[in-house]
């Protein structure tokens, strides 16, 4: 728990050499909970507490990307599990279990076996899932800011300036990179929190975006910047791919 921390890490070593065992971290918490709100591939999964059908009574474990939720009913506060790795938790009543360790022996007698070194994080927080904690906490453990020295130079090109920045909180940028095919970016946004908005988008200069599919192959619908901003109205967890004109 380090000095100003808004959630407790939990750093953990263990020597793993056990057969058809499930080591899983059982996590109590100190107020009643209806549902968990896990995260999933660009959504967000609601699934209750207690069991309401047979299939829920058989499930010992579903599955998570880099966190899950369990908050009041009301949604006034709430504890998330953050994890770096861990992608299999369940929940019984008040209580979530992360699932940490496996030992199946098939198809790989060795799955997990020998030294392993992990860290999944409590955060307590204000409101739902939808807190900026969580997602916060979520991209710091995934993705933590690493510094690189590297030697003075004057550099080659034009200053440095921001290929594009995104507001409109809720929409994230699930991807940046190339396109396939000639001289442009490709953007992907993502809305994150189940509701519709606008993302607004600056870019360096006043360009025509083209929307594509999820393989770059335009739709035929496109995007005007006003000035240098470009708004997309997107609906809830919408994903939106964007051929961007590059700077020259």
């Given at each position: 728990l ?16 056990q ?6 971290a ?35 474990e ?37 699932t ?19 860290t ?5 927080h204000a ?8 997602l916060?906490?979520a ?25 594009l920045t ?11 990179k ?14 994150t ?56």
């Amino acid at each position: 728990l380090p000095a100003d921390a808004d959630r407790l890490d939990v750093e953990t070593t263990v020597s793993w050499h056990q057969s058809h065992q499930l080591l899983k971290a059982v996590l109590p918490l100190a107020f009643h909970v209806d549902s968990t709100h896990a995260e999933i591939p660009y959504a967000v999964i609601s699934r209750p507490t207690r069991p309401r059908t047979r299939q829920d009574s058989a499930r010992f474990e579903t599955p998570m990307l880099r966190f899950v939720d369990g908050s009041t009913p009301a949604g006034d506060d709430g504890v998330a599990i953050v994890n770096g790795g861990k992608y299999g938790y369940s929940a019984f009543g008040d209580t979530i279990f992360v699932t940490l360790l496996r030992s199946p022996k098939s198809p790989d007698p060795h799955a997990d076996m020998g030294m392993q070194t992990f860290t999944y994080s409590i955060v307590p927080h204000a409101g739902d899932w939808r807190s900026p904690a969580v997602l916060a906490a979520a991209r710091s453990l995934n993705e933590p800011l690493r510094a690189v020295a590297v030697d003075a130079h004057a550099g080659r090109d034009r200053a440095t300036a921001s290929a594009l920045t995104i507001t409109g909180g809720t929409v994230a940028l699930g991807a940046l990179k190339r396109a396939e095919d000639g001289n442009a970016w490709v953007g992907r946004l993502v809305e994150t929190s189940g509701h519709a908005t606008t993302a607004v988008l600056r870019l360096p200069r006043a360009v025509t975006a083209q929307e594509t599919d999820l393989i770059e192959r335009p739709t035929g619908k496109t995007f005007v910047c006003q000035g240098r901003v470009l708004s997309v109205p997107m609906g809830a967890w919408d994903i939106e791919t964007l051929r961007i004109p590059r700077v020259p």
